[in-house]
């Protein structure tokens, strides 16, 4: 029995519709990676806090930054 032959265009097709299928791949959200409220960059699942604005993962719990020890003013007790 006799195959038909292929073409070189019905070739290209197959190889366009196959690069097209593959690069979509490329632009996939990784498992576990979230978006960031603040300034909508994809961070990684591992990430607690976004990468650029440092806001915090929804649903983490974060201990605040900056110094634990806070300062209170002296009153000197006279009224300005």
Avoid at 24 to 52: I, M, R, T
């Amino acid at each position: 029995m006799l195959k038909p032959k292929e073409s070189g265009l019905e070739k290209t097709k197959c190889l366009t519709l196959q690069v097209m299928f593959g690069l979509g791949d490329k632009f996939k959200k990784p498992e576990g990676a979230w978006d960031c409220d603040v300034c909508l960059v994809q961070n990684k699942a591992a990430d607690v806090q976004c990468v650029v604005c440092e806001a915090a993962k929804p649903g983490a719990s974060m201990e605040p930054k900056g110094n634990k020890h806070f300062c209170t003013s002296v009153w000197s007790g006279r009224q300005v």
